[in-house]
């Protein structure tokens, strides 16, 4: 009898693996075949949740068989298949979001960079008040001014009108901001805004990947774009691409609740400025100069003939460290996850876009109670589509979650309508942080450090968010069965109120 070789033997493992995870998570897979019943009341109905089948699980097995374990070969596949996906020129594994955005803000402080454009502590960066508040922390962590901006309630997005009135000549270097809940914010404005005044603009993407803006061609030839994102057919009128591919730099979570899981996890995606790439590595990567990846030696072919800093010449690029960097890889299995998320993620974008309508139009006749969101450029929800404003851009949302806000005048409150939800088993959100001046972290900073941001106009939006905003999930993952239990529970909820 031939004896086991490895290779038999991880067939086996990964046969059984295959067959283990279908039997054990079958269910999880909105397409599955055997799924657990939907029992109202009984059935949790998660705001959002990982959405994977047996490939997730035999790609995680397999990588870790091979315990390559650091970010190695399924790493550097994922970012050139998230790149391709996006049409950036390179993506970065990062272990979060959070990480995503500060390698993203840090890789603007670089002294590489051109003097006038280098981000420097005291200088100002134009964000909005109410949102995730990793989204703001780099900027403070970097040494460098958040300046606040308010949101528009309705959008959940940046009031663009309030960009001129933050600006200050000489301070202003940045717009960061992010794409609330799948809802891109208006690109074309900010653009113009950072254009005219030679600004970087960080996209955090985490909540949006897949959504798309769409521009009219002049308008958008004029800002420096003539190309479509990959696989977005050609269109005589616009020039169509994803978030996350329209600003200097772009951030990704990856955490469960998101577009597309690696557990934890999240990318940098450096659109267009290839040196950026180079900085960016280097702050993920404990700030060294050398860009080897894992496990190679002298990719620049000198690695004994540099001489930078005060070193001796000859000093090993291996160790030599140009920024104040961190350590924030992700691990290679987890990349592997990621890789064939990825195959799935049109998949998703089309359920989570599909989920927002249903919950939409079953709930349409609330507005008695309340205020449904909007795309950005959108004037009017109407079955099936959207009104556009005069501005001829446009937003197809990649929903990360279906947010309304309570009215003030309504019978109840967002937090009441949260807790009979919760009681329920309906999962749901407030947005994030609400007013992230309102939180004990920036109460306290007001306190310490006063001079450490800066709010730049009153924040109504923002408040308003805080006081009646209340988010469903639009996950793939959710049923037509758990749609219909959450409208029909929060029509009952309503009903309730009126006797
Ligand atoms: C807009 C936004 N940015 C950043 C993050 C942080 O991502 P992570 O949880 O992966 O650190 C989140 C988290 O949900 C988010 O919503």
Redesign the pocket.
Known sequence: MPSTTSEQLKAEILRLTREYSELMHGANHPGAQRRDPFVPKATSVPYAGRVFDADEVTAAVATTLDFWLTLGPQGAAMEKELAGFLGVKHSLLVN????A?LVAFATLTSHKLPAKRRVMPGDEVITVAA??P??VAPILQCGAVPVFIDNDPVTGNACVDQLEGAFVEGKTKAVMM?HTLGNPFDLGAVLEFCRKHDLWLIE?N??ALGCTYSMPVERAKQLGFTENSPGIPPSDTHIIRYTGTWGDIS?Q???P??HLTMG???AVNIVHRPPLKSYAESFRDWGRDCWCASGVDNTCGKRFQWQLGELPEGYDHKYIYSHLGYNLKPLDPQAAIGREQLKKLPAFITARKTNWEYLRAGLADLQEFFEFSLPTHATRWHHGGFNWDETGCQTDCSWFGFMLRVRPEAPFTHTSLGRHLDDKKIGNRML?GGNLLRQPVFVQLRKDRPESFRVAAPLPGADSLMKSAIFLGTYPGLTVEMLDYEIETIRAFTRSHCA
């Open positions: 979060s979001g959070s990480s955005n949102g995730f990793t989204t992010a955090d985490c909540d951030t979570s990856f955490y609740p998101h934890e996890g999240g994030f």
